[in-house]
């Protein structure tokens, strides 16, 4: 079966940095996404990552191992509007997203 | 104004009603998708369309069928609601599946009684 697998709930403070893994376990592999979603609204794009290495956009960056089935995605300089959910997902053989559970991030002042 | 909205935001109904979800969007998009979202679990598929005359199921379609009546109208309907059915559902669009980052609409919750 396919599986993607995050921490279910991280907290960190105001102004540090967090690392929120994800571990996945699908039928092929087409590229990692990462999205936000603020609680009540929809997801919202963050990052993508089809090759090994470290994807750095501002503050957030993602980082890709296809051969260890992990990717990362590192807060920096963390805000209180950063909490939110974090969503790791997958595209398979198919084209498909397969999505995790996601992380719950809460930043405490 | 919202590139991606839903219609309704909220619904109640009741066991065995019919109920239709719509998605409408400005993006001038060929994809679109129908996700549900539960408490504890990810996204899940419920269907996805190509583009007008292209529609698939996806991994839970069961209890769910939709209609794209044009490249910027894609609806869900639940035949006969169940209230394991209650969620909060999303409409998505994508431009092509080479990047596929997905365009998430507001989202409507549905409850099922």
Known sequence: GQNIDQPTEMTATEGAIVQINCTYQTSGFNGLFWYQQHAGEAPTFLSYNVLDGLEEKGRFSSFLSRSKGYSYLLLKELQMKDSASYLCAVRDSNYQLIWGAGTKLIIKP | ?113
């Not at chain 2, 309704?8 to 719509?22: A, D, F």
């Not at chain 2, 979202?37 to 007008?52: E, K, M, N, T, W």
């Open chain 2, 1 to 113: 104004d919202a590139d991606v909205t839903q219609t309704p935001r909220n619904r109640i109904t009741k066991t065995g009603k019919r109920i239709m979800l719509e998605c409408s969007q400005t993006k001038g998009h060929d994809r679109m998708y129908w996700y549900r979202q539960d408490p504890g679990l990810g996204l899940r598929l419920i269907y996805y369309s190509f583009d007008v005359k292209d529609i698939n199921k996806g991994e839970i379609s069961d209890g769910y069928s939709v209609s794209r009546q044009a490249q910027a109208k894609f609806s869900l309907s639940l035949e006969s609601a169940i209230p394991n059915q209650t969620a909060l559902y999303f409409c998505a669009t994508s431009v092509s599946a080479d990047y596929n980052e997905q365009f998430f609409g507001p989202g409507t919750r549905l409850t099922v009684l």
